[in-house]
Protein backbone atom coordinates (compact mmCIF):
# COMPACT_ATOMS: atom_id res chain seq x y z
CA UNK A 1 0.00 0.00 0.00
CA UNK A 2 3.43 2.61 0.77
CA UNK A 3 3.99 2.93 -2.89
CA UNK A 4 0.49 3.41 -3.98
CA UNK A 5 0.20 6.20 -0.98
CA UNK A 6 3.27 7.82 -2.30
CA UNK A 7 2.01 7.99 -5.85
CA UNK A 8 -1.31 8.65 -4.90
CA UNK A 9 0.45 11.93 -3.05
CA UNK A 10 2.22 12.97 -5.81
CA UNK A 11 -0.18 12.69 -8.30
CA UNK A 12 -3.15 14.18 -6.39
CA UNK A 13 -2.00 15.50 -3.47
CA UNK A 14 1.44 17.05 -4.06
CA UNK A 15 0.90 20.50 -2.14
CA UNK A 16 0.88 18.08 1.13
CA UNK A 17 4.59 17.04 0.46
CA UNK A 18 6.31 20.66 1.94
CA UNK A 19 2.72 21.91 4.45
CA UNK A 20 2.71 21.91 7.79
CA UNK A 21 0.07 18.88 8.62
CA UNK A 22 -2.55 17.95 11.48
CA UNK A 23 -3.54 14.40 11.71
CA UNK A 24 -6.85 13.64 13.26
CA UNK A 25 -5.74 10.55 15.31
CA UNK A 26 -8.16 8.36 17.80
CA UNK A 27 -5.87 5.85 18.10
CA UNK A 28 -8.09 3.10 15.47
CA UNK A 29 -6.67 1.46 12.91
CA UNK A 30 -7.59 3.97 10.29
CA UNK A 31 -6.08 6.64 11.95
CA UNK A 32 -2.94 5.04 13.07
CA UNK A 33 -2.10 3.50 9.68
CA UNK A 34 -2.67 7.22 8.39
CA UNK A 35 -0.21 8.65 10.93
CA UNK A 36 2.34 5.86 9.68
CA UNK A 37 2.04 6.27 6.40
CA UNK A 38 2.37 10.09 6.65
CA UNK A 39 5.56 9.70 8.56
CA UNK A 40 7.28 7.61 6.24
CA UNK A 41 6.02 9.34 2.98
CA UNK A 42 7.96 12.06 4.44
CA UNK A 43 5.28 14.41 5.44
CA UNK A 44 5.81 17.05 8.28
CA UNK A 45 2.88 15.86 10.70
CA UNK A 46 1.47 16.26 14.15
CA UNK A 47 -1.07 14.73 15.96
CA UNK A 48 -3.93 15.44 17.28
CA UNK A 49 -6.34 13.67 19.53
CA UNK A 50 -9.46 14.21 21.20
CA UNK A 51 -10.73 12.60 24.74
CA UNK A 52 -14.29 13.32 24.79
CA UNK A 53 -14.38 11.21 28.13
CA UNK A 54 -17.29 9.11 26.93
CA UNK A 55 -15.80 5.37 27.88
CA UNK A 56 -14.43 5.77 30.48
CA UNK A 57 -10.94 4.31 31.37
CA UNK A 58 -11.22 3.10 27.49
CA UNK A 59 -11.07 6.98 26.42
CA UNK A 60 -8.32 7.41 28.61
CA UNK A 61 -6.17 4.33 27.41
CA UNK A 62 -6.83 5.85 23.70
CA UNK A 63 -5.35 9.14 25.00
CA UNK A 64 -2.08 7.64 26.72
CA UNK A 65 -1.61 5.18 23.39
CA UNK A 66 -1.68 7.97 21.17
CA UNK A 67 0.94 9.84 22.90
CA UNK A 68 2.86 7.07 22.95
CA UNK A 69 2.28 5.64 19.07
CA UNK A 70 3.48 9.48 18.25
CA UNK A 71 6.89 9.33 20.55
CA UNK A 72 7.57 6.23 18.59
CA UNK A 73 6.91 7.80 15.68
CA UNK A 74 9.47 11.10 16.12
CA UNK A 75 6.65 13.63 15.83
CA UNK A 76 4.43 15.55 18.65
CA UNK A 77 0.96 15.04 19.58
CA UNK A 78 -2.04 17.49 20.74
CA UNK A 79 -4.58 16.64 22.74
CA UNK A 80 -7.60 17.90 24.16
CA UNK A 81 -10.37 16.90 26.37
CA UNK A 82 -14.18 17.47 26.25
CA UNK A 83 -16.91 17.72 28.81
CA UNK A 84 -18.87 16.31 25.97
CA UNK A 85 -21.92 15.40 27.81
CA UNK A 86 -22.42 18.77 28.95
CA UNK A 87 -21.87 20.37 26.08
CA UNK A 88 -25.11 17.88 24.56
CA UNK A 89 -27.11 18.98 26.91
CA UNK A 90 -26.13 22.35 26.93
CA UNK A 91 -26.72 22.53 23.21
CA UNK A 92 -29.38 19.22 22.47
CA UNK A 93 -28.87 16.33 19.70
CA UNK A 94 -26.98 13.79 19.81
CA UNK A 95 -23.38 12.71 21.44
CA UNK A 96 -22.00 11.84 17.78
CA UNK A 97 -23.06 15.25 16.99
CA UNK A 98 -21.95 16.88 19.62
CA UNK A 99 -18.45 15.21 19.69
CA UNK A 100 -18.08 16.10 16.15
CA UNK A 101 -18.88 19.57 16.77
CA UNK A 102 -16.26 19.76 19.37
CA UNK A 103 -14.06 17.83 17.32
CA UNK A 104 -14.08 20.43 14.37
CA UNK A 105 -13.85 23.33 16.38
CA UNK A 106 -10.98 22.51 18.22
CA UNK A 107 -9.59 21.35 14.72
CA UNK A 108 -10.19 24.79 13.33
CA UNK A 109 -8.55 26.82 16.29
CA UNK A 110 -5.13 24.52 15.71
CA UNK A 111 -5.10 24.99 12.55
CA UNK A 112 -5.35 28.92 13.34
CA UNK A 113 -3.08 29.44 15.91
CA UNK A 114 -0.56 27.03 15.24
CA UNK A 115 -0.19 27.22 12.07
CA UNK A 116 -0.72 24.20 10.54
CA UNK A 117 -1.80 24.08 6.97
CA UNK A 118 -4.80 21.08 6.77
CA UNK A 119 -5.92 18.60 8.64
CA UNK A 120 -5.58 15.07 7.42
CA UNK A 121 -8.23 12.52 8.35
CA UNK A 122 -8.47 8.80 7.85
CA UNK A 123 -11.58 8.22 5.92
CA UNK A 124 -11.08 5.31 3.19
CA UNK A 125 -13.24 4.16 0.46
CA UNK A 126 -15.42 1.61 2.68
CA UNK A 127 -16.04 4.79 5.42
CA UNK A 128 -17.85 6.71 1.24
CA UNK A 129 -19.65 3.01 0.71
CA UNK A 130 -21.34 3.72 3.97
CA UNK A 131 -21.80 7.20 3.61
CA UNK A 132 -23.39 7.20 0.70
CA UNK A 133 -25.86 3.89 1.71
CA UNK A 134 -26.90 6.14 4.65
CA UNK A 135 -27.66 8.78 2.23
CA UNK A 136 -29.58 6.98 0.07
CA UNK A 137 -31.53 5.52 2.86
CA UNK A 138 -32.67 9.04 3.87
CA UNK A 139 -33.46 9.87 0.01
CA UNK A 140 -30.60 12.75 -1.50
CA UNK A 141 -29.65 14.47 -4.77
CA UNK A 142 -26.66 13.66 -6.67
CA UNK A 143 -24.76 15.76 -3.93
CA UNK A 144 -25.28 12.75 -1.17
CA UNK A 145 -24.53 10.23 -3.66
CA UNK A 146 -21.55 11.59 -4.85
CA UNK A 147 -19.64 10.53 -1.49
CA UNK A 148 -17.03 12.08 0.46
CA UNK A 149 -14.81 14.66 -0.86
CA UNK A 150 -10.90 14.22 -1.16
CA UNK A 151 -10.47 17.68 -0.04
CA UNK A 152 -13.24 20.11 1.51
CA UNK A 153 -11.16 23.27 2.04
CA UNK A 154 -8.55 22.48 4.77
CA UNK A 155 -9.46 19.01 5.46
CA UNK A 156 -7.60 16.32 3.37
CA UNK A 157 -8.74 12.54 3.32
CA UNK A 158 -5.74 11.33 1.31
CA UNK A 159 -7.51 7.09 2.01
CA UNK A 160 -10.41 7.49 0.29
CA UNK A 161 -8.64 5.68 -2.75
CA UNK A 162 -8.08 2.81 -0.01
CA UNK A 163 -10.29 0.03 1.20
CA UNK A 164 -10.79 -0.85 4.94
CA UNK A 165 -8.68 -4.33 3.64
CA UNK A 166 -5.96 -2.16 2.16
CA UNK A 167 -5.66 -0.62 5.57
CA UNK A 168 -6.22 -3.43 7.68
CA UNK A 169 -2.91 -5.50 5.50
CA UNK A 170 -0.69 -2.33 5.86
CA UNK A 171 -1.61 -2.56 9.57
CA UNK A 172 -0.73 -5.99 9.62
CA UNK A 173 2.45 -6.45 7.77
CA UNK A 174 4.40 -3.30 9.28
CA UNK A 175 2.93 -5.01 13.13
CA UNK A 176 1.20 -1.88 14.18
CA UNK A 177 -0.99 -1.68 17.03
CA UNK A 178 -4.16 0.22 17.47
CA UNK A 179 -6.93 0.44 19.75
CA UNK A 180 -10.67 -0.77 19.13
CA UNK A 181 -13.37 1.67 19.75
CA UNK A 182 -16.08 -1.05 21.75
CA UNK A 183 -18.95 1.69 20.53
CA UNK A 184 -17.99 0.81 16.87
CA UNK A 185 -20.06 -2.60 17.49
CA UNK A 186 -23.18 -1.26 18.98
CA UNK A 187 -25.58 -1.82 15.85
CA UNK A 188 -28.59 0.85 17.39
CA UNK A 189 -26.20 3.28 15.62
CA UNK A 190 -26.97 3.30 11.62
CA UNK A 191 -23.60 3.46 9.92
CA UNK A 192 -22.53 0.31 12.36
CA UNK A 193 -25.17 -1.66 11.32
CA UNK A 194 -24.75 -0.60 7.75
CA UNK A 195 -20.67 -1.32 8.54
CA UNK A 196 -21.58 -4.38 9.94
CA UNK A 197 -24.64 -6.14 8.67
CA UNK A 198 -25.08 -4.59 4.89
CA UNK A 199 -22.01 -3.98 3.34
CA UNK A 200 -20.99 -7.28 3.90
CA UNK A 201 -23.61 -8.64 1.99
CA UNK A 202 -23.11 -6.03 -0.86
CA UNK A 203 -19.63 -7.36 -1.50
CA UNK A 204 -20.44 -10.84 -1.43
CA UNK A 205 -23.11 -10.46 -4.45
CA UNK A 206 -19.84 -9.46 -6.84
CA UNK A 207 -16.27 -9.94 -5.90
CA UNK A 208 -15.38 -6.38 -7.61
CA UNK A 209 -17.93 -4.63 -5.54
CA UNK A 210 -16.25 -2.36 -3.63
CA UNK A 211 -13.94 -1.42 -7.46
CA UNK A 212 -17.26 -0.82 -9.39
CA UNK A 213 -18.74 1.44 -6.64
CA UNK A 214 -15.60 3.73 -6.80
CA UNK A 215 -16.01 3.70 -10.40
CA UNK A 216 -19.42 4.84 -10.33
CA UNK A 217 -18.55 7.43 -7.64
CA UNK A 218 -15.95 8.75 -10.46
CA UNK A 219 -18.90 8.72 -12.84
CA UNK A 220 -21.32 10.79 -10.00
CA UNK A 221 -18.55 13.50 -9.43
CA UNK A 222 -17.96 13.80 -13.12
CA UNK A 223 -21.74 14.75 -13.37
CA UNK A 224 -21.92 16.81 -10.49
CA UNK A 225 -19.29 19.32 -12.09
CA UNK A 226 -21.14 19.13 -15.20
CA UNK A 227 -24.08 19.83 -12.91
CA UNK A 228 -22.28 23.01 -11.03
CA UNK A 229 -20.70 24.53 -13.97
CA UNK A 230 -24.12 24.36 -15.53
CA UNK A 231 -25.75 26.28 -12.66
CA UNK A 232 -22.64 28.87 -11.93
CA UNK A 233 -23.68 29.54 -15.67
CA UNK A 234 -27.61 29.93 -14.55
CA UNK A 235 -26.84 32.63 -11.59
CA UNK A 236 -24.77 34.76 -13.85
CA UNK A 237 -27.11 35.65 -15.81
CA UNK A 238 -29.91 36.07 -12.95
CA UNK A 239 -28.60 36.64 -10.20
CA UNK A 240 -27.46 39.99 -9.83
CA UNK A 241 -25.97 41.85 -6.99
CA UNK A 242 -27.17 44.76 -5.48
CA UNK A 243 -25.27 46.03 -2.63
CA UNK A 244 -25.55 43.37 0.06
CA UNK A 245 -28.39 41.71 -1.40
CA UNK A 246 -29.06 39.81 -4.64
CA UNK A 247 -32.02 40.19 -6.92
CA UNK A 248 -33.31 37.56 -9.36
CA UNK A 249 -35.73 38.12 -12.33
CA UNK A 250 -38.78 35.80 -12.16
CA UNK A 251 -39.72 35.13 -15.23
CA UNK A 252 -36.75 33.58 -16.87
CA UNK A 253 -35.97 31.74 -13.32
CA UNK A 254 -39.91 30.32 -13.80
CA UNK A 255 -39.07 29.17 -17.94
CA UNK A 256 -36.40 26.94 -16.58
CA UNK A 257 -37.10 22.83 -16.47
CA UNK A 258 -37.78 21.18 -13.91
CA UNK A 259 -38.06 23.61 -12.21
CA UNK A 260 -37.92 21.93 -8.54
CA UNK A 261 -34.42 20.94 -9.44
CA UNK A 262 -33.20 24.28 -10.71
CA UNK A 263 -35.00 25.54 -7.52
CA UNK A 264 -32.49 23.39 -5.44
CA UNK A 265 -29.73 23.57 -7.22
CA UNK A 266 -29.66 27.45 -7.15
CA UNK A 267 -30.58 28.20 -3.69
CA UNK A 268 -29.59 25.24 -1.33
CA UNK A 269 -26.07 26.81 -0.33
CA UNK A 270 -28.11 29.02 1.27
CA UNK A 271 -29.70 26.92 4.04
CA UNK A 272 -33.26 26.68 2.78
CA UNK A 273 -35.29 23.57 3.02
CA UNK A 274 -38.68 24.13 2.27
CA UNK A 275 -38.54 23.85 -1.74
CA UNK A 276 -42.62 23.84 -1.99
CA UNK A 277 -42.58 27.57 -0.19
CA UNK A 278 -39.36 28.79 -2.66
CA UNK A 279 -41.23 27.34 -5.66
CA UNK A 280 -44.42 29.54 -4.16
CA UNK A 281 -42.60 32.71 -4.36
CA UNK A 282 -42.96 32.66 -8.05
CA UNK A 283 -46.56 33.30 -7.82
CA UNK A 284 -46.81 35.18 -4.40
CA UNK A 285 -48.00 38.57 -3.74
CA UNK A 286 -44.93 40.92 -3.18
CA UNK A 287 -43.37 40.70 0.50
CA UNK A 288 -44.36 37.21 1.13
CA UNK A 289 -41.06 35.85 1.88
CA UNK A 290 -39.24 32.56 2.84
CA UNK A 291 -36.23 32.13 5.58
CA UNK A 292 -33.40 29.89 6.14
CA UNK A 293 -31.33 29.66 9.23
CA UNK A 294 -28.90 32.28 7.34
CA UNK A 295 -30.84 34.13 4.44
CA UNK A 296 -34.18 35.46 3.58
CA UNK A 297 -36.01 35.19 0.06
CA UNK A 298 -38.19 37.70 -0.05
CA UNK A 299 -40.75 38.19 -3.58
CA UNK A 300 -40.65 41.57 -4.60
CA UNK A 301 -42.62 42.48 -7.52
CA UNK A 302 -40.58 40.67 -10.71
CA UNK A 303 -37.87 40.12 -8.49
CA UNK A 304 -36.77 37.59 -5.86
CA UNK A 305 -34.53 39.05 -2.98
CA UNK A 306 -32.15 37.20 -1.34
CA UNK A 307 -30.47 38.18 1.86
CA UNK A 308 -28.26 37.53 4.92
CA UNK A 309 -30.63 36.59 7.70
CA UNK A 310 -29.58 38.92 10.46
CA UNK A 311 -31.76 39.80 13.25
CA UNK A 312 -33.20 43.42 13.24
CA UNK A 313 -32.12 44.93 15.89
CA UNK A 314 -33.84 48.28 16.49
CA UNK A 315 -31.28 51.01 16.68
CA UNK A 316 -31.45 54.33 18.22
CA UNK A 317 -27.98 57.13 17.86
CA UNK A 318 -27.55 60.62 19.79
CA UNK A 319 -26.31 62.32 17.07
CA UNK A 320 -25.76 66.44 17.07
CA UNK A 321 -25.68 68.80 19.64
CA UNK A 322 -26.13 71.92 17.38
CA UNK A 323 -23.45 71.29 14.78
CA UNK A 324 -21.22 68.48 13.91
CA UNK A 325 -20.00 65.46 11.44
CA UNK A 326 -21.70 62.37 12.42
CA UNK A 327 -19.78 59.31 10.76
CA UNK A 328 -21.47 56.15 12.20
CA UNK A 329 -23.61 54.41 11.10
CA UNK A 330 -23.73 56.67 8.22
CA UNK A 331 -22.33 60.12 7.19
CA UNK A 332 -24.15 63.38 8.11
CA UNK A 333 -23.01 66.66 8.20
CA UNK A 334 -24.68 69.76 10.03
CA UNK A 335 -23.99 73.18 9.80
CA UNK A 336 -24.78 76.61 10.17
CA UNK A 337 -25.85 78.34 7.23
CA UNK A 338 -27.03 81.73 6.27
CA UNK A 339 -29.05 81.19 3.22
CA UNK A 340 -31.10 78.02 2.09
CA UNK A 341 -31.21 76.55 -0.70
CA UNK A 342 -34.13 73.85 -2.26
CA UNK A 343 -33.91 70.28 0.12
CA UNK A 344 -33.62 67.73 -2.14
CA UNK A 345 -32.90 63.93 -1.06
CA UNK A 346 -29.22 64.39 0.18
CA UNK A 347 -29.37 68.09 1.72
CA UNK A 348 -31.99 69.60 3.59
CA UNK A 349 -32.33 73.08 5.34
CA UNK A 350 -34.17 73.60 8.53
CA UNK A 351 -35.10 75.88 11.24
CA UNK A 352 -32.93 75.48 14.18
CA UNK A 353 -35.64 76.75 16.52
CA UNK A 354 -38.02 73.95 15.76
CA UNK A 355 -35.63 71.45 16.84
CA UNK A 356 -34.89 69.88 20.15
CA UNK A 357 -31.60 68.96 20.42
CA UNK A 358 -29.34 66.31 20.55
CA UNK A 359 -31.22 65.22 17.40
CA UNK A 360 -31.20 61.01 17.44
CA UNK A 361 -31.04 58.77 14.13
CA UNK A 362 -33.32 55.46 14.65
CA UNK A 363 -34.71 52.77 12.22
CA UNK A 364 -38.11 53.17 11.11
CA UNK A 365 -41.21 51.70 13.73
CA UNK A 366 -44.91 50.44 12.86
CA UNK A 367 -47.08 53.12 12.99
CA UNK A 368 -44.50 55.93 12.19
CA UNK A 369 -46.03 58.86 10.34
CA UNK A 370 -44.42 62.17 8.99
CA UNK A 371 -45.72 65.67 6.89
CA UNK A 372 -43.87 64.78 3.67
CA UNK A 373 -41.89 68.02 2.52
CA UNK A 374 -44.38 69.93 0.24
CA UNK A 375 -47.46 68.16 1.22
CA UNK A 376 -49.82 69.83 3.82
CA UNK A 377 -51.17 66.57 5.54
CA UNK A 378 -49.48 63.43 7.47
CA UNK A 379 -48.43 60.36 5.87
CA UNK A 380 -47.85 56.70 7.01
CA UNK A 381 -44.41 55.63 6.79
CA UNK A 382 -45.75 52.34 5.61
CA UNK A 383 -47.47 54.26 2.33
CA UNK A 384 -44.61 55.97 1.52
CA UNK A 385 -42.39 53.12 1.61
CA UNK A 386 -45.07 51.44 -0.45
CA UNK A 387 -45.09 54.51 -3.08
CA UNK A 388 -41.28 54.77 -3.01
CA UNK A 389 -41.77 50.78 -4.04
CA UNK A 390 -39.21 49.72 -1.62
CA UNK A 391 -38.52 46.19 -0.45
CA UNK A 392 -38.54 44.81 2.87
CA UNK A 393 -34.98 44.43 3.14
CA UNK A 394 -34.46 48.38 2.21
CA UNK A 395 -37.51 49.34 4.77
CA UNK A 396 -35.07 47.76 7.28
CA UNK A 397 -32.22 49.63 6.26
CA UNK A 398 -33.87 52.94 6.55
CA UNK A 399 -32.80 55.27 8.70
CA UNK A 400 -34.56 58.68 10.15
CA UNK A 401 -33.50 61.61 11.81
CA UNK A 402 -36.02 62.79 14.38
CA UNK A 403 -36.33 65.20 16.79
CA UNK A 404 -38.00 64.46 20.26
CA UNK A 405 -39.43 61.28 18.54
CA UNK A 406 -40.54 63.31 15.42
CA UNK A 407 -39.36 62.18 12.07
CA UNK A 408 -37.23 65.76 11.01
CA UNK A 409 -36.05 63.53 7.76
CA UNK A 410 -36.43 60.00 5.77
CA UNK A 411 -32.85 59.90 5.44
CA UNK A 412 -31.59 60.26 1.40
CA UNK A 413 -35.17 60.43 0.38
CA UNK A 414 -37.99 63.21 2.06
CA UNK A 415 -37.55 65.53 4.47
CA UNK A 416 -40.11 66.87 6.86
CA UNK A 417 -42.47 69.60 6.07
CA UNK A 418 -42.98 70.95 9.68
CA UNK A 419 -38.83 71.52 10.17
CA UNK A 420 -39.14 74.03 6.72
CA UNK A 421 -37.15 77.03 6.61
CA UNK A 422 -39.81 80.42 6.77
CA UNK A 423 -40.15 84.01 6.62
CA UNK A 424 -39.64 83.66 10.91
CA UNK A 425 -36.35 81.55 10.65
CA UNK A 426 -33.50 82.79 12.63
CA UNK A 427 -30.93 80.26 12.68
CA UNK A 428 -30.33 77.61 9.56
CA UNK A 429 -29.69 74.48 9.53
CA UNK A 430 -27.79 72.05 6.68
CA UNK A 431 -27.73 68.65 7.15
CA UNK A 432 -25.68 66.71 4.18
CA UNK A 433 -25.96 62.94 3.85
CA UNK A 434 -22.78 61.56 2.57
CA UNK A 435 -22.96 58.82 0.45
Known sequence: MFPQFKAHLKANLPFLQKARLLVACSGGMDSVVLAHLAVHAG????????NFHLRGSESDGDEHFVRNFAKKLGIKAEVKSFKTKKFRDQNRGSIQM???ELRYQWFNELLEAKGFEYLLTAHHLDDSLETFLINLSRGTGIDGLSGI?????KVVRPLLDFSQKNIEDYAKRENLQWRVDSSNSDKKYLRNKIRLEIVPKLKELHPAFLENFKRTQIHLQDTQVLVQNHLQEIKSMLFA???DVIRIAI???KELHPIEAYLYGLFKEYGFTQWEDVKGLLNAMSGKEVISKTHRLLKDREYLILSENKNRVEESYPVFNREGLLRFPIKLKLENVKTAEKSDQDTI???KKKLNFPLVLRNWRKG???YPYGMKGGKKLSKFFKDEKMDVFSKEKQWLLCSNDEIVWVVGRRADERFKVDESTQTIIKITFVA
Open 43 to 50: LNVTLAHC
Open 98 to 100: AAR
Open 149 to 153: PEQNG
Open 241 to 243: DDG
Open 251 to 253: EPL
Open 349 to 351: FLD
Open 368 to 370: DYF
